[in-house]
């Protein structure tokens, strides 16, 4: 039974921040390459972050650049996303999900994925 969960999110302010964690059980998340994808109502899914195995390489949306940092932790088998600064339009339900290494463009090749965790920026 493989399980990918996220926690982390809420309701916060703009220019408020959130830590997003995403934590993987039944196997080793050391394997993978991780991405954070967000989704919202009338739009379609977007990546918004993906970091590699070994920290080797990582990805960002133009959008988030500077304001969101991904990192991982494999001892605990976990991603965290640190989401500065954040926006009314970074509101959605992010995702993690795992690929094999590398990270790639399309969410078609990632294998795993959690629940989501919603997070909704407002005033």
């Known amino acids: 039974q493989l399980q990918f969960v996220e926690s982390g999110g809420g309701l916060v302010q703009p220019g408020g921040s959130l830590r997003l964690s995403c934590t993987a059980s039944?196997?080793?998340?050391?394997?993978?390459?991780i991405g954070w994808f967000r989704q919202t109502p009338g739009k379609e899914r977007e990546g918004v972050s993906c970091?590699?195995?070994?920290?080797?390489?990582?990805y960002y949306l133009d959008s988030v650049k500077g304001r969101f940092t991904i990192s991982r932790d494999d001892a605990k088998n976990t991603v965290y996303l640190q989401m500065n600064s954040l926006k009314p339009e970074d509101t959605a339900i992010y995702f993690c999900?795992?690929?094999?290494?590398?990270?790639?463009?399309?969410?078609?090749?990632?294998?795993?994925w959690g629940q989501g965790t919603q997070v909704t920026v407002s005033s």
């Open positions: 039944g196997f080793a998340s050391d394997y993978y390459a």
């Open positions: 970091i590699s195995s070994r920290n080797e390489s990582s």
């Open positions: 999900a795992a690929a094999g290494y590398v990270c790639y463009e399309g969410d078609w090749q990632y294998d795993y």
